[in-house]
């Protein structure tokens, strides 16, 4: 089982930015899919990125499509989500994931991201 801890949010103003981490361990998540999903108060939770293990490929949802990078490192078994030009609208609890196209194994716990504006 891989345990998930992200970290990295906070309280940034509108238009700066965030890097958040997710640090696996348990196990390599070398050849897992990794994914960056998010739940604001009294909504569901949403995907936000993924990055594939086999070629890095990545896609985004069409809210956060050229202001978030997703990226990941093999060695230190960490998956990143640097956040850009952020928006009151991006405010929520922020969770990575393995698996994020199917049905996910692991779930972080999460790490609040507020955007003032």
């Known amino acids: 089982q891989v345990q998930l801890v992200e970290s990295g949010g906070g309280l940034v103003q509108a238009g700066g930015s965030l890097r958040l981490s997710c640090a696996a361990s348990g196990r390599s998540i070398s050849h897992y899919n990794m994914g960056w999903f998010r739940q604001a108060p009294g909504k569901e939770r949403e995907f936000v990125a993924r990055i594939t293990w086999s070629d890095l490929s990545t896609r985004y949802s069409d809210l956060v499509k050229g202001r978030f990078t997703i990226s990941r490192d093999g060695a230190k078994n960490t998956v990143y989500l640097q956040m850009n030009s952020l928006k009151p609208e991006d405010t929520a609890v922020y969770y990575c994931?393995?698996?994020?196209?199917?049905?996910?194994?692991?779930w972080g716990q999460g790490t609040q991201v507020t955007v003032s504006s």
């Open positions: 994931a393995t698996n994020p196209d199917g049905v996910v194994g692991s």
